[in-house]
Nanobody, 119 residues
């Protein structure tokens, strides 16, 4: 069984920084794209950033220049460094991974971690 577990959320003042981490575990053969989405109250879930196995990255326009996504293929982890946080960045952040395992390929999601930004 594959599981993704996030950590690192919390409360931060506007202009501050947080680092989110996500670790994949279980019967994993390989992981393709990994990334982060977020969902604020009353809003749809939106893409924040993605990273390919080879390290190619993609960011939402709203976070470009402030957020940095990275991954460690040896540890099956993905991280999101968030700088210059704004109140609009407050949301539940979900990591995901496109994972091949014993039962085939599937997109797995973490349970979410809350990020709160005070103004």
């Amino acid at each position: 069984q594959v599981q993704l577990v996030e950590s690192g959320g919390g409360l931060v003042q506007a202009g501050g920084s947080l680092r989110l981490s996500c670790a994949a575990s279980g019967r994993i053969w390989s992981i393709d794209d990994m990334g982060w989405h977020r969902q604020a109250p009353g809003k749809q879930r939106e893409l924040v950033a993605t990273i390919s196995r080879g390290g190619d990255t993609n960011y939402a326009d709203s976070v470009k220049g402030r957020f940095t996504i990275s991954r460690d293929n040896t540890q099956n982890t993905v991280s999101l460094l968030m700088n210059s946080l704004k109140p609009d960045d407050a949301a539940v952040y979900y990591c995901y991974g496109g994972i091949s395992g014993r039962v085939g390929w599937a997109k797995y999601w973490g349970q979410g971690t809350q990020v709160t930004v005070s103004s």
